[in-house]
């Protein structure tokens, strides 16, 4: 098992900001391909967006393009995400996973945190 811990949710009106932050230990961050998810209660976990290896390559899911950031520091072994123009449709526990490979496929991903919750009020 790999500690992987999420901070950085709460509770936000529409159109404010948030900054997740994902922080690996015991193991050399810059090793993995990193992802973030979210899962809205009653619905399935979605992609969200991912950063290859040396953060060179990034996706981000339609939803969120242009309003999320996602950024890593391999030397402080932390992912962040900057969340900005947040909706109430972004309301959701947001997940941070590592991979090898970069995908929007959740099921490829190994190791998991255990999510921080973001809520975004009307």
């Known amino acids: 098992q790999v500690p992987v811990v999420e901070s950085g949710g709460g509770l936000v009106q529409t159109g404010g900001s948030l900054r997740l932050s994902c922080t690996v230990s015991?193991?050399?961050?810059?090793?993995?391909?990193v992802g973030w998810f979210r899962q809205a209660a009653g619905k399935e976990r979605e992609f969200v967006a991912y950063?290859?290896?040396?953060?060179?390559?990034?996706k981000y899911a339609d939803s969120v393009k242009g309003r999320f950031t996602i950024a890593r520091d391999n030397a402080k072994n932390t992912v962040w995400m900057q969340m900005t123009d947040l909706i109430p449709e972004d309301t959701a526990v947001y997940y941070c996973?590592?991979?090898?490979?970069?995908?929007?496929?959740?099921?490829?991903?190994?190791?998991w945190g255990r999510g921080t919750q973001v809520t975004v009020s009307a």
């Open positions: 996973a590592l991979g090898v490979q970069i995908t929007t496929r959740a099921n490829e991903y190994f190791q």
């Open positions: 950063a290859s290896y040396n953060g060179g390559a990034t």
């Open positions: 015991e193991v050399a961050l810059g090793d993995f391909a």
